[in-house]
């Protein structure tokens, strides 16, 4: 099996490419925020046809860790145990303030002979200009001046010439871990994970702080609304998060709403009232 792959920019030009006996797989920086095509193919020399898997991750603003696989907020000095296994990469991220020493331990338990575990690591801000690299086979560490308070993304990848999945433990240690820039009580490296503003305590400026909306679907309470922190009108039903808690209805749920009261006085209700009572003598009258 001698598989290729390609990545296409949306106008057509190559931006990556690689093919190898066996895995293979290609990094690059997304030139631009577009619809990116990747082709998969045989080369010409193999006659046999081959079955094959297909992973894409990207390190960029918000992501998910999906159930099973490793990767979120790091703490100082806590150990993190991850398993890459081929095509995975784990992504963590962690807030370090300005001059801060910073080191980030990797020990690798799965090096030895016959392993072909290949990992690769890369550091960088939140702007993602890349600060490190390591291509070890084995433990390593990396020591870095935190350039600013900033949040920082770990990239721990299983490198394209890897044919077996690795085990690791992971360390980051000297970082201020709750830097919260912002009134909400979200730290800096978690509103980057799950997108929202690190400055504004109400990113999508619907009324409810980011803390409060939860993005689990459920409303619990005002402190729990499970409305989703990046949408102004969760349930897409006209009326935004922030007024359907406040009215006490299910900011969650199309089919409760605000009923709207618009105060009337009472000289517009006696006209209301006569103006129904000559339509309806009008009406009998026509029907008589
Ligand atoms: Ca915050
Ligand atoms: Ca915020
Ligand atoms: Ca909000
Ligand atoms: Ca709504």
Same mark, same amino acid.
């Given at each position: 099996m001698w598989p290729g792959l390609q990545v296409f920019s949306a106008a057509g030009n190559l931006l990556a490419s690689a093919n190898a006996n066996g895995n293979t797989g290609v990094r690059f920086e997304a030139p631009a925020t577009e619809?990116?095509?990747?082709?998969?193919?045989?080369?010409?020399?193999?006659?046999? *046809?081959?079955?094959?898997?297909?992973?894409?991750? @990207? !390190? /960029? #603003?918000?992501?998910?860790?999906?159930?099973?696989?490793?990767g979120g907020v790091l703490k100082n000095s806590v150990?993190?145990?991850?398993?890459?296994?081929? *095509?995975?990469?784990?992504?963590?991220?962690?807030? @370090? !303030? /300005? #001059?801060?020493?910073?080191r980030v331990q990797y020990e690798d338990l799965s090096a030895g002979a016959g392993s072909?575990?290949?990992?690769?690591?890369?550091?960088?801000?939140?702007?993602?200009?890349?600060?490190?690299?390591?291509?070890?086979?084995s433990s390593f560490q990396i020591d870095f001046d935190a350039p600013a308070t900033d949040v920082y993304y770990l990239v721990i990848a299983n490198s394209s010439d890897s044919t077996s999945s690795g085990n690791y433990n992971l360390t980051v240690s000297g970082i201020s871990d709750s830097i919260n820039s912002d009134p909400d009580s979200l730290i800096d490296a978690f509103e980057l994970m799950i997108g929202t503003s690190r400055t504004s305590e109400d990113t999508d400026k619907d009324g409810l702080w980011d803390d409060v909306e939860t993005n689990s679907g459920t409303y619990i309470?005002?402190?729990?609304?499970?409305t989703d922190p990046l949408l102004q009108d969760t349930d897409n039903d006209g009326f935004i998060d922030g007024i359907e808690v406040r009215e006490e209805t299910d900011p969650n749920d199309s089919d409760s709403v605000p009923l709207i009261q618009v105060p009337m006085p009472?000289?517009?209700?006696?006209?209301?009232?006569?103006?129904m009572a000559i339509v309806g003598y009008r009406q009998r009258y026509a029907y008589s």
């Open positions: 619809t990116l095509t990747v082709v998969a193919y045989n080369t010409s020399d193999v006659a046999a *046809g081959y079955e094959y898997g297909l992973s894409v991750a @990207a !390190a /960029s #603003g918000a992501f998910k860790v999906v159930e099973g696989d490793q150990t993190v145990a991850g398993t890459i296994s081929v *095509g995975d990469s784990d992504i963590f991220v962690f807030s @370090a !303030a /300005s #001059g801060e020493q910073v072909n575990y290949n990992p690769e690591t890369f550091l960088y801000n939140s702007s993602m200009r890349r600060i490190a690299q390591e291509n070890a086979d309470s005002p402190t729990d609304t499970g009472l000289w517009a209700l006696l006209l209301l009232g006569g103006v």
